[in-house]
């Protein structure tokens, strides 16, 4: 009976609204630590979870270094697409396809026309929750 | 000729966006169409000629007409399944799980009664 209810506690756990951290959590049930953690990391799944800076800023340096009309050895993380790499205009575009096809996310349009140079991408790919 | 005045700038700077989100639509629309991918890359780099080819044009009311010229086409080969990513809007798990409000706490005691 106690497992059957611990199976249904752990079940239903996921559905908590992480409010205040641990205090709900070892307060009231004293549940392992373990198993907190992984029903914690499966509820974020639904919330999304924001990519770390530096591993988004490798990923992009590395999509525009795969581009063919960019200099790989220009390509920094400061670098703007028309000023530093050569770009044109329709080259950015496709740029920011290719980086939308490896986050495997989306950006509405009027969001897309404003990333001009790296940075500005790693921010808006950093800050969005749903980027792979 | 052309003088740079500012209203002839904002003009031709509305064409220029207007051109870029046109160029995103269509890239995007070829690749829905093209379903293996070397077939989306020889069809892209068609896509990036012809617009290449104008890139140079100078009169701004030749100019607006290839933008409606090219949007009408655009219009007129969108796919009817576009893929669009989960979560977008549009999308098959847009909105599917809210995140619930802040605050609000779901007590969980599967109906235990306190009478004993």
Do not use: C
């Not at chain 1, 914690?40 to 988004?56: A, I, P, T």
């Not at chain 1, 581009?67 to 740029?95: C, I, M, R, W, Y």
């Amino acid at each position: 009976m106690a497992a059957a209810a611990a199976a249904r506690a752990t079940v239903l756990k996921h559905l908590r609204v992480a409010v205040a951290g641990g205090s709900l959590h070892g307060g009231q049930r004293g549940f392992p630590w373990l198993l907190a953690n992984s029903l914690r990391r499966f509820s974020e799944e639904v919330r999304g979870s924001f990519l770390d800076k530096s591993e988004v800023t490798d990923r992009v340096v590395s999509v525009v270094k795969n581009f063919q009309k960019v200099d790989p050895s220009k390509v920094t993380p400061e670098a703007h697409f028309q000023n530093d790499l050569g770009l044109d205009s329709l080259d950015t575009v496709e740029v920011v396809i290719a980086l939308e096809e490896e986050f495997g996310f989306e950006i509405p349009d009027n969001e897309a026309d404003k990333i001009t140079n790296i940075k500005m991408a790693v921010d808006f790919i950093a800050s969005h929750p749903q980027a792979k | 000729m052309s003088t740079a005045s500012a209203a002839y700038l904002a003009r031709r700077a509305a064409q220029k966006e207007r051109v870029r989100i046109l160029y995103r639509r269509a890239l995007k629309d070829t690749l829905n169409w093209a379903v293996h991918r070397h077939l989306f890359y020889q069809d892209a780099s068609n896509l990036r000629e012809r617009f290449d080819a104008n890139k140079d044009v100078e009169d701004i009311n030749i100019i607006d007409k290839l933008i409606a010229d090219g949007e009408a086409s655009y219009n007129k080969w969108r796919h009817p399944d576009p893929y669009i990513v989960p979560w977008a809007p549009g999308g098959s798990k847009f909105t599917r799980n809210p995140t619930p409000p802040s605050g609000i706490e779901i007590i969980y005691n599967y109906g235990r009664e306190d009478n004993d």
